[in-house]
């Protein structure tokens, strides 16, 4: 039987300081806009927010100021940072179109 999870490497490497402090920042700012634009424009379509992105961008602030803080304490730091960042996406649905 097909396993309905499905697991892809999304970064794995060594990296300097400055460049781990760029990759992960990008990506959590990434998300932050995603769930702006979807609340924006659920209110706009639907007239009112959206309660999922609402309370992502919650999490996703409270991450970003959490990554600031480690960033900010290993500043000056010449340590090699080895980051491991995998998604993990799941099918729920009954789409017996798909084929996995």
């Known amino acids: 039987m097909p396993t309905n999870t499905h697991s892809f490497s999304l970064i794995e490497g060594d990296f300097n ?3 781990a402090k760029e990759i992960v920042l990008h990506l959590v700012d990434y998300k932050i806009r995603f769930h702006n634009v979807k609340n924006f424009n659920d209110e706009l379509r639907f007239g009112k927010a959206d309660e999922r992105s609402i309370e992502r ?3 996703l602030k409270k991450t970003k100021e959490a990554l600031k803080k480690f960033f900010e304490e290993m500043e000056g730091s010449d340590n090699t940072l080895k ?3 995998s998604i993990d996406i799941e099918v729920v649905g009954n789409d017996k179109k798909i084929k996995i």
């Open 83 to 85: 980051i491991h960042s």
């Open 17 to 19: 300081f400055e460049e």
């Open 57 to 59: 961008l919650k999490q």
